[in-house]
Nanobody
Framework: QVQLAESGGGLVQAGGSLRLSCTAS????????MSWYRQAPGKERELVAI???????NYADSVRGRFTISRDNAKNTVYLQMDSLKPEDTATYYC????????WGQGTQVTVSS
């Protein structure tokens, strides 16, 4: 089993920045694919950014150029640096871990005020 602990959400004004963290524990290893998803009220959960164990990254078009995903394999931690935040980025953000199974974090709320 893998447990995921997310942190870093909060309330920020438009144009501001936040940094989300997600640490995997339990049976976690560095060979995983980790990603961030988000879900706004009334909408489906959507992929925000993904990073492989080798560092390949990809982003949703809506966040490319504003968000940066990174990881520290030694700490089994993935980060999401969010800059130039917009009100439409408001959502619950979830960390996802994939290796020998799929695991989700509990979610962290990000609210961007206009």
């Amino acid at each position: 089993q893998v447990q995921l602990a997310e942190s870093g959400g909060g309330l920020v004004q438009a144009g501001g920045s936040l940094r989300l963290s997600c640490t995997a524990s339990g049976s976690a290893s560095s060979g995983s694919v980790m990603s961030w998803y988000r879900q706004a009220p009334g909408k489906e959960r959507e992929l925000v950014a993904i990073i492989t164990n080798s560092g390949y990254t990809n982003y949703a078009d809506s966040v490319r150029g504003r968000f940066t995903i990174s990881r520290d394999n030694a700490k089994n931690t993935v980060y999401l640096q969010m800059d130039s935040l917009k009100p439409e980025d408001t959502a619950t953000y979830y960390c996802k871990y994939m290796r020998f199974g799929t695991y989700w974090g509990q979610g962290t709320q990000v609210t961007v005020s206009s």
